[in-house]
């Protein structure tokens, strides 16, 4: 199996593709003007408490107010001792109005929420997690041989400060020698108290740390041993990230390849056009059927069907071989898609015990590959499948799409027929109410075309009974449920 990254930069945007044997598996997108928020530090203004809701809104200098709940605070009793066990005791007890606090965003704002944001700070690198409020050291469960793991804790340890700090040990640490491991850390404290003499000249609401741009981070956090190639098509950013990787990820830097060609990165290697097609609703599978996507607010929804495919021997075959194709583009759409929150599936309906066993199997070894964390419950009576994945940051559609202005969301538009009718009772009330010598309709194409064919008739004893002519008007820019009745 090899993997590739493509990064794609513009002066406004950086687009970054991880593709797994030419398949593309996951889209991130930063745009200049709407960086990702999660793992900025900021000097936070407690601007009100909620008590029914053992939260507080915070003041970070953000558009909207971050949210802060009471589980994700840490007392100065609890940083001190060094635990990274959540502070007890109620909101008011916690924080009160006014309060200056050092936050970190954990989840970037999701529509009309706020960040969500936490005062236990982590700082990440290549190796470790920096955790300074927390005195312990945990090892990635990644990270399987238990004599590696004893290793990399009892380094840790050697090298941990006086001051109680805490690390995780992340999976690329494994096999690294006592000098990088080291390094990592020497660089992490020099960033923290780096930190620390910001925070105490820091106006509230402002940034005191930013996490690193995206194609940095992808090379920070994305890079493993599976990963061949990270093709870079800006000679800026392909700079700086030479430099970035051989200061602090040398084992990398050979894997960086600039992209000079005329063509496209993305279209090279298809990647446009799966974007495209992440886009929309249907998804097409190999054998003949399909999966339909609905993302809503509250949950996703992936409904699982044979369409074309009629298999060779049993119903019980056929519909158990299209569940267990489709397991695996669910896998891959959440993916691409960065699905995020409760997902709802309905897999087409198997008798066979074993045949649900294996689908779900499928589904979970599929989404081992996935950066995000995802937890995925047995089959329902109902037959459905739910799982949920965690939502950090907004979905492809979210980033690259608005909401439709014509249906409002909706995904539908009232037919032609419906609107005519709407028309005519509006007519009998402006009628019945004023007193005018006609009466001017205004409306889409379609629906003036139906009031003067099909619905002829009816608009001729319309103005029989009120006893005045109507008039039609086509308004180009009306959309079909758009119309107005003017009194004349």
């Known amino acids: 199996m090899s993997e590739e990254i493509l ?121 470790l997690v920096f955790m300074p409020y927390a005195g312990n050291i945990g090892v990635s469960q990644k990270i399987e041989d238990p004599q590696e793991r004893a290793r990399l804790r009892e380094l840790i340890e050697a090298f941990g400060d006086e001051s109680g700090h805490g690390y995780i040990v992340r999976t690329a640490a494994e096999g690294v020698d006592e000098e990088s491991l080291h390094a990592d850390m020497a660089f992490l404290l020099r960033l923290w108290a780096s930190i620390n003499e910001q925070k105490t000249s820091a106006q509230a609401g402002t940034v005191v740390h930013e996490d690193l741009p995206l194609a940095s981070r992808v090379v920070r956090d994305m890079v493993d041993e599976q990963v061949e190639k990270i093709r870079i098509d800006s000679r800026e950013t392909f700079q700086k990230l030479s430099t970035f990787a051989q200061r602090f990820i040398p084992e990398v830097h050979e894997r960086l390849e600039y992209y000079p060609c005329e063509r496209p990165l993305f279209d090279l290697y298809g990647v446009e056009d799966e974007i495209q097609k992440a886009l929309e609703h249907k998804v097409q599978l190999k054998s003949g059927g399909y999966l339909i996507i609905d993302q809503t607010e509250a949950m996703t929804t992936i409904d699982v069907n044979t ?108 037919t032609a027929e419906t609107v005519v009718y709407e028309i005519f009772r509006e007519i009998l009330r402006e009628a019945r109410q004023y007193d005018a010598q006609e009466l001017l309709v205004l409306a889409a194409q379609e629906v003036v075309d139906l009031l003067l064919d099909e619905e002829s008739t009816s608009l001729a004893e319309l103005e029989s009974f009120i006893g005045k002519p109507i008039k039609l008007q086509v308004e180009q820019l009306y959309t079909q449920e758009h119309y107005d009745v003017v009194l004349l």
């Open 7 to 127: 990064v794609n930069v513009t002066p406004h945007e950086t687009r970054v593709a991880l593709v797994e044997n030419g398949v593309l598996q996951e889209v991130l997108i930063e745009r200049s003007r709407s960086r990702g928020l999660v793992g900025n530090i900021y000097k936070g203004k407690v601007s009100r408490v909620l008590p029914g809701m053992q939260a507080a809104f915070i003041d970070a200098g953000l558009e909207r107010a971050a949210f802060l709940h009471a589980s994700d605070i840490f007392t100065p009793q609890d940083e001190n001792a060094g635990s990274d066990n959540p502070a007890s005791g109620t909101i008011n007890q916690l924080l009160h109005e006014g309060q200056e606090l050092l936050v970190q965003v954990i989840k970037d704002p999701l529509g009309t929420k706020g960040a969500r944001l936490t005062t236990h700070i982590t700082i990440p690198s290549r190796y």
């Open 307 to 414: 369409g074309a495919y009629v298999g060779h021997r049993t119903l019980e075959e056929t519909i158990f071989k299209t569940n267990l194709e489709a397991a695996q583009a669910i896998a891959r759409q959440l993916r691409v898609r960065n699905l995020g929150g409760i997902i709802i599936i309905d897999f087409i309906d198997m008798s066979d015990e074993e045949h649900k066993r294996q689908v779900l199997r499928a589904l979970e070894k599929s989404l081992e590959k996935d950066h995000t964390k995802s937890q995925i419950s047995e089959v329902s009576t109902l037959g459905l499948v739910e799982m949920t994945r965690k939502r950090t940051r907004e979905s492809l559609e979210h980033v690259l799409c608005e909401g439709c202005p014509t249906c409002g969301g909706r995904g539908s538009l009232k």
